[in-house]
C-alpha cells in the first residue's frame, strides 16, 4: 500500500516565531498562497495545505467527507502546533480550518492564535444548499461559471474539464454536506474577511460566525466577487498584516 502524500507543504523558514496554515477553495490548492512568503514577515512561517486530487496530488481520489479528511488531517496536526499558529481559509477551506480546529479543542491540542475565515458563510448555517455537486455534467458547469472562478478557456475544454471535474465535484460535496452541529464556542480572535460582489453569501451569513466565538469578530469587506482571495491577494494581504503583527507583539510580550 503506497504511502499518502502530506498535507501540510512548508514554503517558508523553519525558525520562525509563528506558523500560518493556508486552506484552499473547493477546486483550489495551494498555489493561492505560495507567493504570499514574497510578503510576510520573516518570523513567519507559511504551510499551505494540498488536498488529494489536486497539484502533486492529483492522482488521489479526492475526500467527499468533512469527517474522513479532517481525521486524516489530525494525524499530523497536531504535531506541527508545537509553534504558536494562524488559521486561514478561503470558502470551503475556511470550514475544513473550523472543524479541524474543533477537533483540536476536543483533543485538548492548542488552539490559533487568531482565525481568519475568508469568503465563507459561518459553518452552522444549513440553508439554501443548492446540491451542485450531484448536477448533470453542463448544469454543473455553469453554477462553476457563475463563480466566475474558472476560467472560460478551461470550462469549454472537455479535456481539462474531465480531469478536474471528479475532484470539484468531490469538493463541492465536502462543502454541501458539512454542518457544524457542536455546541462548543471559540475564545481565540476572529476575522472574516467577505467580497463585496459576492452574490453567493450574504453578509447576515458572515455575521453569523460571531454566534460560534466569545469575542466580537472582525469584519472586512474585500472589493471583489467570490474568488477576491485570487482577484485582489494583494488588499487581502494588506489586512492580514496586521493581524500578523498583533500576534508576533503578544508572543514578545509573552516571553519577555
Given at each position: 500500500?503506497?504511502?499518502?502524500?502530506?498535507?501540510?507543504?512548508?514554503?517558508?523558514?523553519?525558525?520562525?516565531?509563528?506558523?500560518?496554515?493556508?486552506?484552499?477553495?473547493?477546486?483550489?490548492?495551494?498555489?493561492?498562497?505560495?507567493?504570499?512568503?514574497?510578503?510576510?514577515?520573516?518570523?513567519?512561517?507559511?504551510?499551505?495545505?494540498?488536498?488529494?486530487?489536486?497539484?502533486?496530488?492529483?492522482?488521489?481520489?479526492?475526500?467527499?467527507?468533512?469527517?474522513?479528511?479532517?481525521?486524516?488531517?489530525?494525524?499530523?496536526?497536531?504535531?506541527?502546533?508545537?509553534?504558536?499558529?494562524?488559521?486561514?481559509?478561503?470558502?470551503?477551506?475556511?470550514?475544513?480550518?473550523?472543524?479541524?480546529?474543533?477537533r483540536c479543542k476536543q483533543a485538548g491540542i492548542k488552539g490559533p492564535e487568531h482565525f481568519i475565515?475568508?469568503?465563507?458563510?459561518?459553518?452552522?448555517?444549513?440553508?439554501?444548499?443548492?446540491?451542485?455537486?450531484?448536477?448533470?455534467?453542463?448544469?454543473?458547469?455553469?453554477?462553476?461559471?457563475?463563480?466566475?472562478?474558472?476560467?472560460?478557456?478551461?470550462?469549454?475544454?472537455?479535456?481539462?474539464?474531465?480531469?478536474?471535474?471528479?475532484?470539484?465535484?468531490?469538493?463541492?460535496?465536502?462543502?454541501?454536506?458539512?454542518?457544524?452541529?457542536?455546541?462548543?464556542?471559540?475564545?481565540?480572535?476572529?476575522?472574516?474577511?467577505?467580497?463585496d460582489e459576492d452574490k453567493e453569501i450574504s453578509l447576515q451569513k458572515i455575521e453569523a460566525w460571531?454566534?460560534?466565538?466569545?469575542?466580537?469578530?472582525?469584519?472586512?469587506?474585500?472589493?471583489?466577487?467570490?474568488?477576491?482571495?485570487?482577484?485582489?491577494?494583494?488588499?487581502?494581504?494588506?489586512?492580514?498584516?496586521?493581524?500578523?503583527?498583533n500576534v508576533l507583539d503578544g508572543l514578545e510580550i509573552k516571553n519577555v
Amino acid at each position: 500500500m503506497l504511502q499518502k502524500k502530506s498535507f501540510f507543504n512548508r514554503i517558508s523558514k523553519k525558525n520562525a516565531k509563528l506558523r500560518l496554515f493556508c486552506f484552499p477553495y473547493a477546486g483550489g490548492n495551494g498555489s493561492t498562497y505560495s507567493s504570499w512568503v514574497d510578503v510576510l514577515p520573516d518570523d513567519v512561517e507559511v504551510f499551505t495545505i494540498e488536498l488529494p486530487g489536486r497539484s502533486y496530488r492529483f492522482t488521489e481520489p479526492a475526500y467527499r467527507d468533512m469527517q474522513n479528511l479532517v481525521e486524516d488531517l489530525m494525524q499530523s496536526f497536531p504535531s506541527l502546533t508545537n509553534k504558536p499558529y494562524i488559521l486561514i481559509g478561503h470558502s470551503l477551506g475556511s470550514r475544513v480550518a473550523f472543524e479541524l480546529m474543533y477537533r483540536c479543542k476536543q483533543a485538548g491540542i492548542k488552539g490559533p492564535e487568531h482565525f481568519i475565515a475568508s469568503g465563507s458563510p459561518a459553518p452552522h448555517i444549513n440553508e439554501d444548499k443548492k446540491g451542485i455537486y450531484k448536477l448533470p455534467k453542463e448544469e454543473f458547469i455553469e453554477e462553476l461559471r457563475k463563480l466566475n472562478g474558472t476560467p472560460e478557456e478551461i470550462l469549454k475544454n472537455d479535456e481539462l474539464m474531465a480531469l478536474s471535474m471528479p475532484s470539484i465535484r468531490a469538493d463541492f460535496e465536502l462543502s454541501e454536506t458539512y454542518t457544524y452541529t457542536g455546541s462548543e464556542k471559540f475564545d481565540c480572535p476572529i476575522t472574516v474577511f467577505y467580497g463585496d460582489e459576492d452574490k453567493e453569501i450574504s453578509l447576515q451569513k458572515i455575521e453569523a460566525w460571531e454566534d460560534i466565538f466569545t469575542r466580537p469578530i472582525s469584519i472586512h469587506s474585500i472589493p471583489g466577487g467570490h474568488f477576491f482571495i485570487e482577484d485582489n491577494a494583494t488588499f487581502v494581504l494588506e489586512k492580514i498584516q496586521p493581524i500578523i503583527s498583533n500576534v508576533l507583539d503578544g508572543l514578545e510580550i509573552k516571553n519577555v
